[in-house]
């Protein structure tokens, strides 16, 4: 079974920075991919950027291109998205996703595993 557990999440103005982190429990950690989603008051969940297992390739969504950036560590079982230049529509809760699906993991049903998501709030 896997557990993920989200951390980072808090308030801040737009042109900020926040780390999101994600903790992950289980020794297959570093054999699927992980991903993060947003998703706002009244919105449906959106994928925001996607890591494969070593890290080899990344997914961004076009809106946070160039601002965010997802790196993990297989051996500590963690995964982080830095967010940078923070803008009030970036405002979600932040779930942490994880999936064996060996294609372009972009979509909410090609993860199996999420986390209990941590709340981001950029005022302008």
């Known amino acids: 079974q896997v557990q993920l557990v989200e951390s980072g999440g808090g308030g801040g103005k737009a042109g900020g920075s926040r780390r999101l982190y994600c903790a992950a429990s289980?020794?297959?950690?570093?054999?699927?991919?992980m991903g993060w989603f947003g998703q706002a008051p009244g919105k449906e969940r959106e994928f925001v950027v996607a890591?494969?297992?070593?890290?080899?390739?990344?997914y961004y969504a076009d809106s946070v291109k160039d601002r965010f950036t997802i790196s993990r560590d297989n051996p500590k079982n963690t995964v982080s998205l830095q967010m940078n230049s923070l803008k009030p529509e970036d405002t979600a809760v932040y779930y942490c996703?994880?999936?064996?699906?060996?294609?372009?993991?972009?979509?909410?049903?090609?993860?199996?595993?999420w986390g209990q998501g941590t709340q981001v709030t950029v005022s302008s």
């Open positions: 890591i494969r297992w070593n890290g080899g390739r990344t």
């Open positions: 289980g020794r297959t950690f570093s054999s699927y991919a």
């Open positions: 996703a994880g999936t064996y699906f060996s294609g372009s993991p972009i979509h909410t049903y090609d993860f199996a595993y």
